[in-house]
């Protein structure tokens, strides 16, 4: 079983700024892409921001020179921090983590996902 917990959003005023967090944990044989996506209401679920197991990163067009995706592997954890938030990055925020399960002899890799973190950038 895997599991991953968010943490870290909340409201906060335009020009603010907040810090996701989050970890994976269970029995994980090897992380792959980690990434950030963002839901606002009745809207479709968009990409933020991802980082390879390379630590190489990509980011969304709206978020670049504000957002910083980063990762700590010795914690199987991600974060996002994010800079200069404007109303339009009001949203529910999900992990997404490409990752490995080994089951006796077994590899596995699939995709998972948070159970999402409210953002509300509002003054």
């Known amino acids: 079983q895997v599991q991953l917990v968010e943490s870290g959003g909340g409201l906060v005023q335009p020009g603010g700024s907040l810090r996701l967090s989050c970890a994976a944990s269970?029995?994980?044989?090897?992380?792959?892409?980690m990434g950030w996506y963002r839901q606002a209401p009745g809207k479709q679920r968009e990409s933020v921001a991802n980082?390879?197991?390379?630590?190489?990163?990509n980011y969304a067009d709206s978020v670049k020179g504000r957002f910083t995706i980063s990762r700590d592997n010795a914690k199987n954890t991600v974060y996002l921090q994010m800079n200069s938030l404007k109303p339009e990055d009001t949203a529910v925020y999900f992990c997404?983590?490409?990752?490995?399960?080994?089951?006796?002899?077994?590899?596995?890799?699939?995709?998972?996902w948070g159970q999402g973190t409210q953002v509300t950038v509002s003054s």
């Open positions: 269970g029995s994980i044989f090897t992380i792959y892409r």
């Open positions: 997404n983590v490409d990752l490995s399960t080994r089951r006796y002899w077994t590899v596995s890799r699939r995709d998972y």
């Open positions: 980082i390879t197991n390379g630590e190489n990163t």
